[in-house]
């Protein structure tokens, strides 16, 4: 799990949107960013996480919010997967791991008991300065984006 707090000055990153562009984390200086870790596109907790957060969107740019998503899924994955559900913020391709690593959300995971290394679900909140303001890593995946709403600062 990441060791990152609130009030931490947001790791950099550079990375390739779905659609090939770059994108880092200097681009959203001066806007306020959800930036989502989830695990795999077309999953069924990722698709949900998705889709709350694509319904809630109106809700969360009215607050001021940019949204990014993270996983190590390819660009061609992750357009196929906005395609699919319509989903209108972009997705970073991180094969190798270099983002996912530097906000901590990689590390061992159990599922039906078995150990491997995954993505941890995580979500981060930052201010236009780029720092944390809030880290959700229990994330509701059906309920996603009231779950940000909620616990955002003012």
């Given at each position: ?33 959800i930036l989502f870790f989830y695990p795999k596109d077309m999953t069924p907790g990722c698709t949900a996480e998705v ?104």
């Open positions: 799990m990441t060791t990152l707090k609130v009030g931490d000055k947001a790791p950099e990153f550079e990375g390739v949107y779905q659609n090939g562009d770059t994108i880092s984390l200097g681009d959203f200086k001066g806007s306020k960013l889709c709350s957060l694509r319904d809630g969107y109106a809700e969360l740019q009215k607050r001021g919010y940019k949204l990014l998503g993270v996983s190590a899924d390819s660009e061609a994955r992750h357009q196929k997967f906005i395609d699919k559900y319509a989903l209108p913020f972009d997705l970073l391709s991180d094969p190798n791991k270099t983002t996912i690593k530097a906000y901590g959300v990689w590390g061992k995971k159990k599922f039906m008991g078995k150990e491997y290394d995954g993505i941890h679900r995580t979500t981060f909140v930052i201010d236009e300065q780029g720092v944390i303001q809030q880290i959700i890593t229990k994330v509701k995946t059906k309920d996603h984006a009231q779950q940000i709403i909620e616990g955002a600062p003012d």
